[in-house]
Nanobody, 121 residues
Framework: QVQLVESGGGLVQPGGSLRLSCAAS????????MGWYRQAPGKQRELVAT???????NYKDSVKGRFTISRDNAKNTVYLQMNSLKPEDTAVYYC???????????????WGQGTLVTVSS
């Protein structure tokens, strides 16, 4: 069994910064892609950023230049540095990872419990 635990959400003023962290634990053989998604009230969950095991990144257009995703493979942790935050960034942010528990098994699509980010003055 594997799990993802997020931290770092909170209330921040427009223009401010936050750093989200997500640590994977459990019976981990390897982790393929890791990423962050978000869901605002009344809206569907959307991709924010992803990073592969090799370090290739992908971002939602509206966060490019403001958010940076990174990962520490030794710690099985992914981060999301969010700068120049806007009220429209307000959402519950979810960590996602494709985790293999054994070399012969397909990766498990795993979600964290979510952390709330509120951007407001």
């Amino acid at each position: 069994q594997v799990q993802l635990v997020e931290s770092g959400g909170g209330l921040v003023q427009p223009g401010g910064s936050l750093r989200l962290s997500c640590a994977a634990s459990g019976s981990i053989f390897s982790i393929c892609s890791m990423g962050w998604y978000r869901q605002a009230p009344g809206k569907q969950r959307e991709l924010v950023a992803t990073v592969t095991s090799g370090g290739s990144t992908n971002y939602k257009d509206s966060v490019k230049g403001r958010f940076t995703i990174s990962r520490d493979n030794a710690k099985n942790t992914v981060y999301l540095q969010m700068n120049s935050l806007k009220p429209e960034d307000t959402a519950v942010y979810y960590c996602n990872a494709a985790i293999k528990t054994d070399w012969g098994r397909p990766p498990l699509n795993t979600w964290g419990q979510g952390t709330l980010v509120t951007v407001s003055s």
